[in-house]
């Protein structure tokens, strides 16, 4: 895995992360296999405002050079199926990490 230079971290508003992954396609190029994806956190306990056994998760995204370059936030329901869209938290672009 090839190590990337440390980012330099720019906070953005919820609404421009979403634009981007629009615009580049990203969850489509996701959909397609063309990034791999992970789990890197899981809530223990169900969120007060989904149904008893929904969980909170966050995923990586993954280049096929195996460098993570975004992550998103997405609630899962008790038959493990996606409520509502990915909430995009994290994009790298080169040296730059644009983060909510």
Same mark, same amino acid.
Request: charged share 25%; proline share 7%.
């Given at each position: ?9 720019? @906070?953005? /508003? &919820?609404?421009? %992360? ?14 397609? +296999? ?9 809530? @223990?306990? /169900? &969120?007060?405002? %989904? ?14 050079? +195996? ?34």
């Amino acid at each position: 895995m090839q190590q990337l230079n440390p980012p330099v971290g720019v @906070k953005v /508003t &919820p609404d421009l %992360l979403r634009r981007l992954f629009d615009e580049l396609l990203i969850f489509d190029k996701v959909h397609e +296999g063309l990034f791999t994806t992970r789990l890197f956190w899981q809530s @223990k306990s /169900t &969120p007060t405002h %989904l149904d008893a056994g929904s969980s909170s998760q966050i995923h990586e995204y993954i280049t096929s050079r +195996g460098n993570v370059f975004a992550r998103v936030h997405q609630y899962i329901d008790p038959n493990n199926r996606p409520i509502g869209r990915a909430d995009p938290k994290n994009l790298r672009i080169d040296d730059v990490s644009l983060f909510v």
